[in-house]
């Protein structure tokens, strides 16, 4: 069985920086796709960043140029720092995990294993 357990969310103001880790265990293929989505209250989630285990990555266009989405391959870990955080990135963060998705990769429907999510509040 496939878990996923985030960490490294908290309050920050804006401008700061935070990174967020995902740890998976129970997982044991060797391709996948691994993304980070968040959804602040009265919101739909929405994908932040996704990437392959070939370290293809995808991003939201509002986190372009702040956001890196990274992986240590061999646990699989993901990592997500966000740098100049800026108050509408409140939410809770969470990743999730597919063995394999066609087309968009930042599009929730189509991961099945999450984690619990990690809260991100940013002060103006």
């Known amino acids: 069985q496939v878990q996923l357990v985030e960490s490294g969310g908290g309050s920050v103001q804006s401008g700061g920086s935070l990174r967020l880790t995902c740890e998976v265990s129970?997982?044991?293929?060797?391709?996948?796709?691994m993304a980070w989505f968040r959804q602040a209250p009265g919101k739909e989630r929405e994908g932040v960043a996704a990437i392959d285990s070939e370290g293809t990555t995808a991003y939201a266009n509002s986190v372009k140029g702040r956001f890196t989405i990274s992986q240590d391959k061999a646990k699989p870990t993901l990592y997500l720092q966000m740098n100049s955080l800026k108050p509408e990135d409140t939410a809770m963060y969470s990743c999730a995990l597919e063995p394999r998705i066609y087309g968009n990769w930042l599009r929730d429907k189509g991961y099945k294993s999450w984690g619990q999510g990690t809260q991100v509040t940013v002060s103006a």
């Open positions: 129970g997982y044991t293929l060797s391709y996948y796709l």
